[in-house]
């Protein structure tokens, strides 16, 4: 059964009563016009063909007129569009899309068109107030932000100061007539965030030895980018984001750019940054399981090569006997010298 891994609804909706009720695995290609619509229409119940006609309509006046419904309109597109990126369904060139990040484009607005309803009119709201409530997030500004996400910095200012300045930049969400235009670009979805985050933590513990914990960026990509969503594969630059809010947000890592270690249980000072020990125990584990790899090939391939060279004497085929036997020496001369290396490196780690 490859089905995906389900996805948990954003705080504040039913409760998954109205989620998506499948788990489909995503198709690495570009999303065409109309595909994310069928999708939505196919498997959200948010999105059946009785609601849609409310949901592709400006629905912004009904902030004033009917709050409730306004609201389960924004609902639903959240979560949407929180679900589409999390199953690899946003539009994008890339083998292995975003699934922390929802680029907000025309590609975007080509693949939610509906054949009979046209594109979402309100969606350009939609969007600005889940940046307005913290659910989403600009790509840049959460990258660059040097204070955690959740600190109460703006609470504290008045949200008469906070709507007007929103307004000047393009956030406003009063505005009831014209166009709803669309704010463009890449948003983390924080949800998503945060359910990979969770599910790094029940992998790892803290009670491992320091080296266990410790790990080069590139070494904790290889380990964990298709170890935490079920038959998908984090991005790197959904390795960037996940690092950077592990690190500032919940204090479960320390990461400088290109070491990253997994905080221990104790309260020792050198858990509180990278030191030039660590960086050395990164690059060290990251070879070694390297050499570990080169050394399970070369493994299968001199079994390969054994039964090879059986099947040519087993057919008198001299020449392809013999020249199964040199490639499997040569292998064999390969794999000695990793090994002998690889014991040398085991030893070092383990002092």
């Known amino acids: ?21 499948s788990c489909s695995r995503p198709r690495r290609r570009p999303v065409t016009m109309g595909d994310l619509a069928d999708f939505l229409t196919e498997h959200d119940q948010n999105f059946r063909k009785a609601r849609l ?3 592709y309509s400006d629905f912004r006046p009904q902030r004033t007129l009917n709050p409730d419904g306004f609201q389960a309109n924004m609902s639903a597109w959240r979560q949407a569009l929180a679900r589409a990126a999390w199953e690899g369904r946003i539009p994008s060139q ?9 680029d907000v484009d025309d590609n975007l607005l080509r693949a939610l068109e509906s054949k009979q309803f046209g594109r979402p009119l309100a969606l350009g709201t939609v969007i600005r107030e889940a940046v307005a409530d913290k659910e989403l997030y600009p790509v840049k500004d959460f990258l660059g932000a040097k ?16 709507s007007w300045a929103a307004g000047q930049l393009g956030f406003g969400g009063g505005s009831t007539s014209g166009e709803d235009k669309l704010p463009k670009g890449q948003f983390v979805v924080l949800k998503n965030v945060e359910t990979t985050a969770k599910k790094l933590a029940e992998k790892v513990s803290p009670a491992d030895t ?8 590139t070494h904790f990509q290889k380990t964990f980018a298709d170890a935490l969503v079920e038959q998908r594969r984090l991005s790197e630059k959904d390795v960037d984001i996940l690092l950077v809010f592990l690190s500032r947000d919940k204090g479960l890592v320390v990461y400088d750019g290109k070491v990253v270690k997994i905080r221990g249980l104790g309260a020792d000072e050198d858990e509180a940054s990278i030191t030039e020990e660590d960086a050395a125990v990164s ?21 390969e090569l054994t039964v090879t060279a059986k099947e040519a004497v087993a057919k008198k085929n001299k020449v392809a006997a013999m020249a199964a036997l040199k490639s499997k020496k040569v292998a064999e001369n390969s794999l000695q010298t990793r090994f002998a290396t690889l014991g040398q490196l085991e030893d070092v780690a383990a002092r």
Do not use: M
């Not at 890339?94 to 929802?102: D, E, K």
């Not at 690059?283 to 079994?303: F, G, N, P, V, Y």
């Open 210 to 217: 320091r080296f266990d914990r410790t790990y080069t960026k």
């Open 147 to 162: 204070d955690s996400i959740y600190a109460k910095t703006w609470s504290q200012v008045p949200w008469s100061v906070v």
């Open 53 to 55: 006609p409310a949901l």
């Open 94 to 102: 890339l083998s292995a899309p975003n699934l922390l990040v929802v």
């Open 283 to 303: 690059s060290l584990k990251e070879l070694i399981e390297d050499l570990q790899k080169q050394t399970a090939l070369l493994s299968t391939r001199i079994d």
């Open 1 to 21: 059964n490859h089905r995906a891994a389900c996805y948990n609804p954003p705080r504040g909706s039913d409760g998954g009563k109205n989620n998506l009720q």
